[in-house]
């Protein structure tokens, strides 16, 4: 069982930034597709940012954080990053790692996920 461990979550202003951090103790860490999710209030799950195994070299976004979020990883901190940048009060949510070892292209499916973290809260306000 691949236990993942986020933090970094807070409470900042419109516009501020915050790095989110999920890490691991696995070692086949570089073998999974690791990816944000977030879930707001009365909203359902949805995908952020996934990033391929080992480095990393294919990313995705969702549309809404294209150009101010960047998915990352560190594979011998076994470590996935997540820096948010220009945050909205629409950002507001909980924030999850997930690992997969594969998601056949469909990358942004949560049942494609088989690990996930306790989620860690980010609060933006105007």
């Known amino acids: 069982q691949v236990q993942l461990v986020e933090s970094g979550g807070g409470s900042v202003q419109a516009g501020g930034t915050l790095r989110l951090s999920c890490s691991t103790s696995?070692?086949?860490?570089?073998?999974?597709?690791m990816g944000w999710f977030r879930q707001a209030p009365g909203k359902e799950r949805e995908g952020v940012a996934v990033?391929?195994?080992?480095?990393?070299?294919?990313?995705y976004y969702a549309d809404s954080v294209k150009g101010r979020f960047t998915i990352s990883r560190d594979n011998a901190k076994k470590t996935v990053y997540l820096q948010m940048n220009s945050l909205s009060p629409e950002d507001t949510a909980m924030y999850y790692c997930a690992a997969s070892p594969g998601t056949a292209g469909d990358v942004f499916n949560t049942r494609k996920y088989p690990a996930w973290g306790q989620g860690t809260q980010v609060t933006v306000s105007s």
């Open positions: 696995t070692y086949a860490f570089p073998m999974y597709y």
């Open positions: 990033i391929s195994p080992y480095g990393g070299g294919i990313k």
